[in-house]
């Protein structure tokens, strides 16, 4: 059973070149979330050019044919807006939020940004800086640190396994034309969709969008295959100048569509969600020891990324990974108490019904439920498949899942 009242206010349109339009009409609320996606992200790239769909969002804030960086920046903070964007591996999104009066600027400075780019040359040579920086940053970064050598190992020699920043020596020979060339090649009205949430109206925003993207030209574009190399099971052991010791245990997961990913998601949520959680309250409640300690679950078109990170001193290493390793033997060789299993459902939903109160989350999720499932996918839906999770099929699931030959670990070390 679908929540027919939840379809009543989402729409959906498609232009004759292919760009797809969905809109969520919210009555409750005063503001509007918009945002131009990109089906397009770190894994689309060549080596050669890794990094450049992170660069060229950048560079689409940095001026257009008729607006200066400045000008961008000014568009939708004039009128108490604001304008941002996101990479992964998969996707781009550039967006604004602001209140619904302001559709039609954000829909203009958007368009503008996407389809006028200038790419003034002074800023490109900038711009290759600041990323190289924003490196830095995150090599600067433990966790940031050992969670990009554990993806580039467990995605060793597939494209997921690259950084989507790139790498210094890639974007340092970025070129004017090699922007226009990715923006020719990905940027196309098929690869492209415009998701908008909030107090809208969605025939006038079809008509917005169109009056800025029906001359963007239709074009076949076949998807190159990434088929996924075999696992190998390899640790890394690392060293940085820090502190504390980073630990990684984890493997590849699940699939946006997969049949299996309620089981994962509860699973996820009994060992890893918050507080409450048997990690948090037996490694850190229980021991100390540890700061922080939580699940992480990641989902690719085909493919997936799940594990547990801690971070401990040197001397707890091995006593975590033993706690660790006998919170997922328990949950293979015992069903989750129904008490506990209830909480972990009551979270996911109760988390699910407090996303609904930001127009960002909610454009998001219109966004990529059109992305990966090609339809909307309601509350209704999501709750009903969440319920429908049995403690055995749980248990199932994690006796082949939690198998100790798919897993490997990453550790960072203080030096010395």
């Not at 397009?40 to 969002?57: D, N, S, V």
Request: glycine content about 6%; aromatic content about 10%; proline content about 3%.
């Amino acid at each position: 059973m679908q929540d027919t009242k939840e379809i009543d206010f989402v729409n959906k349109s498609t232009l004759p070149n292919g760009l797809r339009i969905i809109t969520e009409h919210i009555e409750s609320v005063k503001s509007v979330t918009v945002g131009i996606w990109a089906k397009t992200g770190g894994r689309h790239e060549i080596e050669e050019m890794a990094g450049i769909t992170h660069f060229l969002e950048h560079m689409l804030f940095k001026g257009t044919d008729s607006r200066s960086s400045y000008d961008i920046a000014l568009s939708m903070e004039a009128v108490g807006g604001y304008l941002n964007a996101f990479t992964s591996s998969e996707y781009t999104c550039y967006y604004s939020r602001c209140v619904n009066t302001q559709l039609d600027r954000a829909l203009d400075v958007l368009s503008d940004m996407v389809l006028h780019p200038a790419f003034p040359e002074e800023e490109i040579e900038k711009e290759k800086k600041v990323v190289i920086e924003e490196m830095k940053m995150y090599r600067d970064s433990p966790d940031d640190f050992i969670f990009e050598a554990f993806n580039s190992k467990i995605f060793e020699g597939h494209e997921l396994g690259r950084p989507v920043l790139g790498f210094e020596n890639t974007v340092s020979d970025f070129s004017r034309q090699d922007l226009y060339d990715y923006m020719k090649d990905r940027y196309y009205p098929g690869n492209l969709l415009v998701s908008v949430a909030g107090n809208v109206d969605h025939d006038r925003v079809v008509e917005l969008v169109s009056n800025y993207f029906e001359k963007l030209e239709a074009k076949d574009h076949d998807e190159k295959e990434q088929p996924l190399p075999p696992f190998k099971k390899e640790n890394l052991n690392l060293t940085k100048a820090i502190e504390q010791t980073h630990y990684i245990y984890g493997r590849r997961g699940l699939n946006f569509d997969h049949e299996d990913k309620y089981l994962l998601l509860l699973a996820n949520t009994v060992l890893g969600g918050g507080m409450s959680s048997r990690l948090h309250q037996n490694v850190r409640e229980k021991y100390g020891y540890c700061y922080s300690i939580q699940t992480f679950n990641q989902s690719y078109t085909d493919t997936g990324l799940w594990g547990i990170y801690v971070g401990t001193d040197k001397d707890y290493v091995d006593h975590v990974r033993e706690l660790i390793l006998k919170e997922l033997k328990q949950m293979q060789e015992e069903p989750v108490p129904e008490k506990e299993l209830a909480e972990a459902k009551s979270q996911l939903k109760g988390k699910l019904l407090l996303s609904q109160e930001s127009t960002s989350n909610r454009m998001t999720r219109l966004a990529k439920s059109e992305l990966y499932f090609g339809r909307f996918v309601t509350l209704d839906e999501l709750v009903e498949n969440i319920d429908a999770v049995t403690s055995e099929q749980i248990q199932k699931f994690v006796r082949d899942f939690f198998n100790e030959e798919d897993f490997m670990e990453a550790i960072l070390l203080p030096e010395g």
